[in-house]
T-cell receptor, first 113, second 117 residues
Framework: AQSVTQLDSHVSVSEGTPVLLRCNYSSSYSPSLFWYVQHPNKGLQLLLK??????LVKGINGFEAEFKKSETSFHLTKPSAHMSDAAEYFCVVRHTGRRALTFGSGTRLQVQP | SAVISQKPSRDICQRGTSLTIQCQVDSQVTMMFWYRQQPGQSLTLIATANQGSEATYESGFVIDKFPISRPNLTFSTLTVSNMSPEDSSIYLC??????????????FGPGTRLTVL
Protein backbone atom coordinates (compact mmCIF):
# COMPACT_ATOMS: atom_id res chain seq x y z
CA ALA A 1 0.00 0.00 0.00
CA GLN A 2 1.11 3.52 -0.66
CA SER A 3 0.89 6.27 1.92
CA VAL A 4 2.32 9.65 2.65
CA THR A 5 3.24 11.25 5.99
CA GLN A 6 3.56 14.96 6.56
CA LEU A 7 5.74 15.34 9.59
CA ASP A 8 4.54 18.75 10.73
CA SER A 9 0.91 19.76 11.09
CA HIS A 10 1.89 23.40 11.53
CA VAL A 11 4.95 25.42 10.47
CA SER A 12 5.54 29.07 11.27
CA VAL A 13 8.25 31.17 9.60
CA SER A 14 9.09 34.83 9.29
CA GLU A 15 8.67 36.62 6.00
CA GLY A 16 11.87 36.41 3.98
CA THR A 17 13.18 33.27 5.70
CA PRO A 18 13.35 29.78 4.15
CA VAL A 19 10.43 27.38 4.15
CA LEU A 20 10.75 23.62 4.68
CA LEU A 21 7.68 21.39 4.67
CA ARG A 22 8.51 17.74 5.23
CA CYS A 23 6.96 14.73 3.56
CA ASN A 24 7.84 11.04 3.62
CA TYR A 25 6.19 8.40 1.49
CA SER A 26 5.94 4.65 1.41
CA SER A 27 5.59 2.86 -1.88
CA SER A 28 6.45 -0.50 -3.35
CA TYR A 29 7.26 1.07 -6.71
CA SER A 30 8.44 4.38 -8.07
CA PRO A 31 5.65 6.71 -7.08
CA SER A 32 4.23 9.84 -8.58
CA LEU A 33 4.37 12.57 -5.95
CA PHE A 34 2.72 15.95 -5.82
CA TRP A 35 2.43 19.02 -3.67
CA TYR A 36 -0.86 20.91 -3.66
CA VAL A 37 -1.66 24.17 -1.89
CA GLN A 38 -5.03 25.24 -0.53
CA HIS A 39 -5.53 28.88 0.37
CA PRO A 40 -8.35 29.74 2.77
CA ASN A 41 -11.74 29.41 1.10
CA LYS A 42 -10.11 28.59 -2.22
CA GLY A 43 -9.64 25.45 -4.28
CA LEU A 44 -6.63 23.18 -4.48
CA GLN A 45 -3.79 24.29 -6.72
CA LEU A 46 -1.00 22.08 -8.00
CA LEU A 47 2.42 23.39 -6.94
CA LEU A 48 4.63 20.76 -8.51
CA LYS A 49 4.89 17.07 -9.35
CA UNK A 50 7.52 14.34 -9.56
CA UNK A 51 7.06 11.55 -12.11
CA UNK A 52 10.49 9.85 -12.32
CA UNK A 53 12.28 12.49 -14.37
CA UNK A 54 14.59 14.99 -12.62
CA UNK A 55 14.76 14.46 -8.87
CA LEU A 56 14.73 18.20 -8.19
CA VAL A 57 11.37 19.52 -9.24
CA LYS A 58 10.64 23.20 -9.63
CA GLY A 59 7.12 24.44 -9.17
CA ILE A 60 5.20 27.66 -9.18
CA ASN A 61 5.74 30.64 -6.89
CA GLY A 62 9.39 29.75 -6.24
CA PHE A 63 8.70 26.40 -4.59
CA GLU A 64 10.72 23.29 -5.30
CA ALA A 65 10.94 19.75 -3.98
CA GLU A 66 13.61 17.07 -4.11
CA PHE A 67 12.79 13.41 -4.50
CA LYS A 68 15.19 11.33 -2.38
CA LYS A 69 14.60 7.64 -2.87
CA SER A 70 17.12 6.60 -0.22
CA GLU A 71 15.26 8.64 2.37
CA THR A 72 11.77 8.11 0.87
CA SER A 73 11.28 11.84 1.17
CA PHE A 74 9.82 14.61 -0.97
CA HIS A 75 10.27 17.78 1.08
CA LEU A 76 8.97 21.10 -0.18
CA THR A 77 11.21 24.17 0.08
CA LYS A 78 11.26 27.83 -0.79
CA PRO A 79 14.25 30.12 -0.21
CA SER A 80 12.27 33.12 1.00
CA ALA A 81 8.74 33.07 2.39
CA HIS A 82 6.17 35.62 1.37
CA MET A 83 3.05 36.56 3.26
CA SER A 84 0.94 35.20 0.41
CA ASP A 85 2.43 31.73 1.00
CA ALA A 86 0.33 31.28 4.13
CA ALA A 87 -1.91 28.33 3.33
CA GLU A 88 -2.43 24.59 3.82
CA TYR A 89 -0.01 22.37 1.91
CA PHE A 90 -0.70 18.75 1.01
CA CYS A 91 1.82 16.12 -0.01
CA VAL A 92 0.14 13.59 -2.28
CA VAL A 93 1.03 10.21 -3.77
CA ARG A 94 -0.59 8.51 -6.72
CA HIS A 95 -1.47 4.87 -6.33
CA THR A 96 0.51 2.59 -8.63
CA GLY A 97 -1.71 1.36 -11.41
CA ARG A 98 -4.52 3.74 -10.52
CA ARG A 99 -5.22 7.41 -11.05
CA ALA A 100 -6.63 8.17 -7.62
CA LEU A 101 -4.54 10.14 -5.14
CA THR A 102 -3.74 9.63 -1.47
CA PHE A 103 -3.38 12.86 0.47
CA GLY A 104 -1.20 13.53 3.47
CA SER A 105 -2.72 15.10 6.53
CA GLY A 106 -1.60 18.58 5.52
CA THR A 107 0.76 21.23 6.90
CA ARG A 108 -0.50 24.67 7.73
CA LEU A 109 2.12 27.28 6.90
CA GLN A 110 1.97 30.53 8.81
CA VAL A 111 4.12 33.46 7.70
CA GLN A 112 4.87 36.14 10.28
CA PRO A 113 5.61 39.71 9.22
CA SER B 1 -5.15 22.61 -17.39
CA ALA B 2 -8.95 22.59 -17.23
CA VAL B 3 -11.69 24.82 -15.95
CA ILE B 4 -13.81 22.86 -13.50
CA SER B 5 -17.03 24.22 -12.07
CA GLN B 6 -19.14 22.85 -9.26
CA LYS B 7 -22.70 23.65 -8.34
CA PRO B 8 -23.75 24.62 -5.78
CA SER B 9 -20.71 26.31 -4.26
CA ARG B 10 -22.26 25.93 -0.83
CA ASP B 11 -25.49 24.84 0.77
CA ILE B 12 -27.11 24.43 4.16
CA CYS B 13 -29.40 21.42 4.36
CA GLN B 14 -31.69 19.77 6.84
CA ARG B 15 -31.04 16.36 8.32
CA GLY B 16 -32.62 13.56 6.31
CA THR B 17 -32.66 15.37 2.99
CA SER B 18 -30.45 14.78 -0.06
CA LEU B 19 -28.26 17.12 -2.11
CA THR B 20 -26.92 16.60 -5.62
CA ILE B 21 -23.64 18.27 -6.53
CA GLN B 22 -22.72 18.85 -10.15
CA CYS B 23 -19.25 18.91 -11.68
CA GLN B 24 -18.72 20.30 -15.18
CA VAL B 25 -15.38 20.42 -17.05
CA ASP B 26 -14.52 22.44 -20.14
CA SER B 27 -12.26 19.72 -21.59
CA GLN B 28 -12.66 16.06 -22.32
CA VAL B 29 -11.22 14.19 -19.38
CA THR B 30 -10.07 10.66 -18.81
CA MET B 31 -10.91 10.22 -15.17
CA MET B 32 -13.23 11.97 -12.74
CA PHE B 33 -13.09 11.58 -8.98
CA TRP B 34 -15.03 12.75 -5.96
CA TYR B 35 -13.29 13.63 -2.71
CA ARG B 36 -14.50 14.70 0.72
CA GLN B 37 -12.70 17.10 3.03
CA GLN B 38 -14.17 17.10 6.50
CA PRO B 39 -13.64 20.19 8.68
CA GLY B 40 -9.97 20.63 9.50
CA GLN B 41 -9.07 17.38 7.75
CA SER B 42 -7.28 16.24 4.64
CA LEU B 43 -8.97 14.95 1.50
CA THR B 44 -10.39 11.44 1.27
CA LEU B 45 -11.34 9.78 -1.98
CA ILE B 46 -15.01 8.77 -2.12
CA ALA B 47 -15.15 7.17 -5.55
CA THR B 48 -14.05 7.17 -9.16
CA ALA B 49 -16.83 8.21 -11.53
CA ASN B 50 -16.92 5.90 -14.54
CA GLN B 51 -18.59 6.94 -17.76
CA GLY B 52 -21.55 4.75 -18.57
CA SER B 53 -21.09 2.36 -15.67
CA GLU B 54 -21.28 2.22 -11.91
CA ALA B 55 -18.78 4.25 -9.93
CA THR B 56 -15.92 2.55 -8.09
CA TYR B 57 -16.22 3.26 -4.37
CA GLU B 58 -13.47 3.35 -1.78
CA SER B 59 -13.66 1.47 1.48
CA GLY B 60 -16.16 3.09 3.80
CA PHE B 61 -18.27 4.65 1.05
CA VAL B 62 -21.34 3.02 -0.49
CA ILE B 63 -23.54 3.70 -3.47
CA ASP B 64 -26.73 4.03 -1.46
CA LYS B 65 -25.26 6.91 0.50
CA PHE B 66 -23.27 8.56 -2.32
CA PRO B 67 -24.83 7.72 -5.69
CA ILE B 68 -22.73 9.02 -8.58
CA SER B 69 -23.53 9.52 -12.23
CA ARG B 70 -21.29 10.29 -15.19
CA PRO B 71 -23.33 10.41 -18.38
CA ASN B 72 -20.52 11.79 -20.56
CA LEU B 73 -16.83 12.76 -20.55
CA THR B 74 -17.28 16.22 -19.11
CA PHE B 75 -20.03 15.96 -16.46
CA SER B 76 -20.64 14.09 -13.23
CA THR B 77 -22.93 14.34 -10.22
CA LEU B 78 -22.53 13.24 -6.62
CA THR B 79 -25.58 12.91 -4.38
CA VAL B 80 -25.27 12.95 -0.62
CA SER B 81 -28.32 11.01 0.56
CA ASN B 82 -30.22 11.03 3.83
CA MET B 83 -27.84 13.60 5.25
CA SER B 84 -26.73 13.89 8.84
CA PRO B 85 -24.50 16.53 10.50
CA GLU B 86 -21.54 14.18 10.04
CA ASP B 87 -21.84 14.74 6.29
CA SER B 88 -20.91 18.40 6.70
CA SER B 89 -17.80 18.69 4.54
CA ILE B 90 -16.35 20.18 1.42
CA TYR B 91 -16.95 17.90 -1.55
CA LEU B 92 -14.49 18.23 -4.42
CA CYS B 93 -14.50 16.98 -7.96
CA UNK B 94 -11.17 16.27 -9.66
CA UNK B 95 -10.20 15.25 -13.18
CA UNK B 96 -7.32 14.11 -15.33
CA UNK B 97 -7.18 15.60 -18.82
CA UNK B 98 -7.48 13.51 -22.00
CA UNK B 99 -5.35 15.85 -24.12
CA UNK B 100 -2.30 15.81 -21.88
CA UNK B 101 0.50 13.36 -22.63
CA UNK B 102 0.89 12.74 -18.93
CA UNK B 103 -2.36 11.90 -17.26
CA UNK B 104 -0.85 11.89 -13.80
CA UNK B 105 -1.89 15.42 -12.95
CA UNK B 106 -5.26 15.89 -11.30
CA UNK B 107 -7.04 19.20 -11.32
CA PHE B 108 -9.57 20.08 -8.67
CA GLY B 109 -12.80 21.97 -8.75
CA PRO B 110 -13.49 24.78 -6.28
CA GLY B 111 -15.48 22.48 -4.00
CA THR B 112 -18.99 22.47 -2.57
CA ARG B 113 -19.23 23.42 1.09
CA LEU B 114 -22.07 21.48 2.68
CA THR B 115 -23.46 22.16 6.13
CA VAL B 116 -26.08 19.80 7.54
CA LEU B 117 -28.18 21.03 10.45
Amino acid sequence: AQSVTQLDSHVSVSEGTPVLLRCNYSSSYSPSLFWYVQHPNKGLQLLLKYTSAATLVKGINGFEAEFKKSETSFHLTKPSAHMSDAAEYFCVVRHTGRRALTFGSGTRLQVQP
Amino acid sequence: SAVISQKPSRDICQRGTSLTIQCQVDSQVTMMFWYRQQPGQSLTLIATANQGSEATYESGFVIDKFPISRPNLTFSTLTVSNMSPEDSSIYLCSVTILAQTSTDTQYFGPGTRLTVL
